[in-house]
């Protein structure tokens, strides 16, 4: 079942905090990344300790914002959740690579200072992905009248978790997912740790039920995909394995 939301949260590093203010400040993506990557637990830190503690420890660095998977997991996402501002975060470059002379003006220049820089061919390319999820009925449902890019925070077993909804709406959370393989998306779920996600998430958003809507990259398929209570139980199951992996070996 779900919990309560507290008001108050200690974090891994011992700090109390109330949860008012780091959710406010977990909308600042150098802090949602960098240093709640390691005062909290999460679900790709899940992963990490399931891997074993030299795994974990070698991945609480603070994260690259500009690697590749991240930057464009940013760009799809605001290109679907948040299309009203995406001028506001990016100015594009008409640029064939980042090496291209054009492009390093721009990261230069003063013009463009407080956006992120990207190549005009990714956000066509971002667009495409975007079409393809609008143009399914089933999706476009899913991401109608709902709150976006919510951040969360509460207590699991007795430890910090954060996380960032994609979409909440109803009773529901709906996060958005690329592949390069959809038809193997049951055996991919759970190899990258999708069904912990899904439990952590409904724990500690207070929602009832995780959707998936899966795109692929290479031939924009969608599908969307409910997390059973099976799947929802293994990610349970996941949790409490990295947790006792982190206070056996680091503790709390």
Request: hydrophobic share 35%; with cysteine; aromatic share 12%.
């Amino acid at each position: 079942m779900p919990i309560p939301t507290p008001k108050e949260i200690k974090l891994l590093d011992g700090t109390d905090w109330a949860v008012s203010d780091l959710i406010e400040k977990m909308y600042d993506n150098e802090f949602y990344y960098g240093y709640l990557n390691k005062a909290c637990l999460s679900s790709s830190s899940c992963k990490k300790l399931l891997e074993g503690i030299e795994s974990y420890q070698g991945s609480r660095e603070p994260l690259d914002s500009n690697a590749k998977p991240l930057r464009d997991g940013r760009l799809i996402h605001v290109s679907l959740l948040e299309q009203d501002k995406l001028d506001d975060y990016y100015h594009f470059v008409d640029a064939s690579t980042r090496r291209n002379k054009a492009y390093k003006e721009a990261i230069a220049s003063d013009d463009f200072q407080g956006k992120e820089i990207m190549l005009l061919k990714e956000k066509v390319w971002a667009k495409g992905i975007i079409d393809a999820v609008l143009d399914n009925p089933t999706a476009n449902a899913l991401f109608k009248d709902a709150d976006f890019e919510k951040p969360g925070i509460g207590y699991i077993q007795g430890l910090p978790f954060r996380g960032k909804a994609d979409c909440l709406r109803d009773d529901r959370i709906v996060d958005l997912k690329t592949t390069s393989d959809i038809d193997n998306w049951d055996y991919n779920m759970y190899y990258y740790g999708y069904d912990a996600q899904a439990y952590i998430y409904t724990r500690i958003f207070n929602k009832k039920s995780f959707t998936f809507v899966i795109v692929d990259k290479k031939t924009l398929q969608v599908k969307t995909y409910d997390a059973t209570e099976d799947d929802i139980e293994s990610g349970k199951e996941k949790v409490s394995e990295a947790i006792g992996c982190y206070i056996a070996n680091i503790g709390f």
